[in-house]
């Protein structure tokens, strides 16, 4: 039963995780804005902000389709994560633990998820099963 349940959780996982980042880097764009962004990315300490903050902008928004999607997934999980690190590095860290008190908690949360998701194949419907199988076929 965990077998057959296993792609289907995982489709939801990455469901799940993708809409999340989709919308914090909708948000970077649609609601802070770039330059919003920029600033607090600024005030964070964050090097090269005013390229860092377009650029996880981008890879939040592009990286949460591609979970969604089921895409370049080792890829994605591993930047998706290394973004979250920053996060916790930057931002986090020092406020400790506990989410409700802008702690790492949550962050790590995504970091860990974006690895997991990355790295165990997506689940149904993922394109990159889809697309392996197909390039299988065709090989054999």
Same mark, same amino acid.
Request: glycine share 12%; aromatic share 8%.
């Given at each position: 039963m965990v077998d057959q349940a296993r792609p289907v959780v995982l489709l939801l996982a990455r469901i799940a995780i993708g809409v999340i980042f989709l919308v914090h880097?909708?948000?970077?764009?649609?609601?802070?804005?770039?330059a919003g962004t920029?600033?607090?990315f600024e005030s964070a300490?964050? /090097?090269?902000?005013? #390229?860092?903050? /377009?650029?996880v902008a981008v890879l939040e928004v592009a990286g949460g389709l591609a979970l969604i999607l089921g895409v370049a997934l /080792?890829?994605?999980g591993t930047l998706l994560a290394l973004n979250m #690190?920053?996060?916790? #590095?930057?931002?986090?860290? @020092?406020?400790g633990f506990a989410a409700g008190e802008g702690g790492y908690e949550f962050v790590l949360?995504?970091? @860990?998820?974006?690895?997991?998701?990355?790295?165990?194949g997506g689940g149904a419907l993922a394109l990159d099963? #889809?697309?392996?199988?197909?390039r299988a076929t065709a090989t054999a």
């Open positions: 880097g909708y948000q970077k764009f649609a609601t802070m804005g770039i920029t600033k607090f300490g964050i /090097p090269l902000a005013g #390229v860092a903050a /377009p650029a /080792p890829i994605v #690190v920053g996060a916790i #590095v930057f931002v986090h860290a @020092a406020n949360a995504l970091a @860990a998820a974006s690895l997991a998701i990355g790295f165990t099963n #889809v697309l392996g199988r197909r």
